[in-house]
């Protein structure tokens, strides 16, 4: 029995709060706190059981630490932006509560997404007795728990990993970002980067590519990308020889974002408009659709796993893991689409996961260090059944 406190009204927020009240025998209790109440109303109304809703501006720890001290919960969910990472996790060191994520910290006017900012409150996380579990949503999160499983059960050593990304969904807009649109293009546009033989290589922006025969989907083109597991993953992988992460894009949406990049509208310093300061990247998310509001006609599929490759009993050994979620299904189920699903799910897993004792300690964690048993039962149970091959 156990009091959650989840930070961020948008569609993973709404998905992380219809699966906490799905599992009352976990989560006897929850908060959903947002910057525009609204939001969270919206979700409240939803929701199979009552919960209590807050406003929260997440960039100031005060605000945070006082509700925090006002609803005492066991843990503090952030599935706001990535902005707001640090400011969270302050206000859990100085109100002494556990705290968990889905994407790694990034300064607003630096396009640089990495897990140093976070790793570097190890200490005093350790000092306080807290835990803080990074990046548990699908990729990072779940892939990382499939490595992990890899790991655990079926090589003795793992020598490649390509994490592969399929959306294959239509959600019937010419474009649309199916995670937060800000966050969304400033990953995409930014220089790709895998690891090999203790090195990291870059290259320009989605210049790699191939296609690859995707499970009840079919063949899509998927683009060689940066992502942050690897960061933690080549560190928790031991004799990892090399890592690439790729993601698949329609033609429709390379197209709009070509445009967009060459008329300065993906562009994050401020540029004066009638006096006024505008980041183009702002304004533009503010004329694209809400990720949440995708979900209602949204049809297709999206397949995210790991290909992984390495040695068993001194035999080469080819292995392929993943799930397959469907869109329609997800908004049947809580009126969501794939990718809010697939993130909110294992967020709301590895929140049960700590909150029984089944994932614990104290400090600064990943999801990979981790016994990946009881979560992958989980993902099972609770709507991301996953199927493995060996090739
Ligand atoms: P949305 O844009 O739909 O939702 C973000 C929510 O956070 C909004 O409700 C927004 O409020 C709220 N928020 C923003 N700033 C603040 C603040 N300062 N204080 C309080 N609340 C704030 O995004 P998504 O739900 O699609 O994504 C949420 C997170 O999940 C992102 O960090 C994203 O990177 C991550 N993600 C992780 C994935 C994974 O697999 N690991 C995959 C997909 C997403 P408002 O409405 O007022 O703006």
Same mark, same amino acid.
């Given at each position: ?170 959600? /019937?807009?010419?474009?649309? #970002?199916?995670?937060?649109?800000? &966050? ?8 790709? +980067? @895998? $690891? ?100 209602? /006609?949204?049809?297709?599929? #999206?397949?995210?796993?790991?290909? &992984? ?8 050994? +080819? @292995? $392929? ?71």
């Amino acid at each position: 029995m156990s009091k959650v406190l989840i930070i961020g009204a948008g569609g993973v927020g709404a998905v992380v709060t219809h699966k906490c009240a799905q599992n009352p025998e976990v989560f006897s209790e929850i908060v959903l706190a947002s910057r525009t109440l609204a939001k969270c109303e919206a979700i409240q109304k939803q929701v199979s059981r009552p919960i209590e809703i807050a406003r929260v501006d997440a960039d100031h720890s005060h605000e945070v630490s006082a509700l925090i001290r006002r609803v005492s919960p066991d843990l503090v969910l952030n599935v706001a932006l990535p902005y707001q990472d640090l400011s969270i996790m302050d206000a859990c060191l100085e109100t002494g509560v556990d705290y968990l994520d889905t994407a790694n910290y990034e300064p607003p006017d630096e396009a640089k997404f990495c897990y140093k900012w976070q790793w570097d409150y190890q200490e005093r996380f350790q000092k306080k007795g807290i835990m803080a579990l990074l990046g548990c949503g699908f990729d990072p999160g779940v892939t990382n728990v499939f490595c992990a499983h890899a790991l655990k059960h079926h090589f003795d050593e793992i020598h490649t990993v390509d994490i592969m990304d399929c959306n294959a969904g239509d959600h /019937g807009q010419p474009f649309a #970002t199916n995670f937060n649109p800000e &966050i969304n293009i400033r990953e995409v546009t930014a220089r790709g +980067k @895998y $690891y090999e033989n203790g090195n990291w290589f870059e290259t320009d922006p989605l210049s790699i590519h191939k296609p690859f025969d995707f499970p009840r989907i079919g063949e899509r083109e998927m683009y060689l990308m940066y992502h942050e597991e690897m960061e933690s993953l080549v560190k928790n992988i031991p004799g990892i020889k090399r890592m690439r992460f790729w993601m698949t894009f329609g033609q429709e949406y390379l197209t709009h974002l070509r445009v967009l990049q060459n008329v300065g509208m993906t562009r994050i310093d401020p540029v004066k408009y009638q006096g006024i300061d505008i980041v183009p990247l702002q304004f533009l998310k503010a004329l694209l659709p809400e990720p949440s509001s995708l979900a209602e /006609g949204y049809t297709g599929k #999206t397949c995210i796993g790991c290909m &992984i490759e390495g040695i068993k009993n001194g035999k080469p050994l +080819k @292995y $392929y893991i993943y799930n397959v979620c469907d869109h329609a299904e997800c908004f049947k189920e809580i009126k969501a689409q794939a990718i809010s699903y697939t993130t909110g799910v294992p967020t709301m897993i590895a929140a049960m996961m700590m909150l029984t004792g089944k994932w614990k300690g104290k400090g600064v964690f990943n999801v990979e260090e981790f016994d990946p048993d009881p979560f992958m039962d989980a993902l099972n149970r609770c709507g991301l059944p996953w199927t493995e091959t060996f090739l």
